[in-house]
């Protein structure tokens, strides 16, 4: 694992423990968006085939970032396809750190 990876302690209530898959994607998205440490994803309308996808990045200060569209999307499509269980009716927070996943607001 790569230094901007570390460790933070997770919500154990509405938590997904990271997978060996889930870590990797964390370290290429870590790649991909240097300054973001956590990206909040829902679909807001999951009815339909392709659903619009609500995104939101956070530094480590929790303050937001500015993200391409693309980027967004691209990231929250690997999420969503690394953890496919997950209910993306509601907001998600994927750790860019860690690989996990929680239900909360970071």
Not at 46 to 69: E, F, K, M, Q, Y
Not at 86 to 93: C, G, H, M, V
């Amino acid at each position: 694992m790569t230094s901007a990876l570390r460790k933070r302690p997770l919500n154990p209530a509405c938590t997904e423990a990271p997978t060996l898959r889930a870590r990797a994607l964390a370290q290429r998205l870590t790649v991909m968006l240097p300054q973001v440490t956590d990206l909040q994803i829902r679909l807001q309308d999951g009815r339909t085939t392709w659903p619009h996808l609500g995104v939101r990045a956070t530094d480590a200060n929790g303050r937001s970032v500015r993200i391409s569209r693309t980027q967004a999307h691209v990231a929250a499509r690997w999420i969503i396809r690394t953890y496919p269980a997950a209910s993306w009716a509601e907001r998600r927070t994927f750790d860019l750190r860690s690989g996990g996943l929680d239900g909360g607001v970071a």
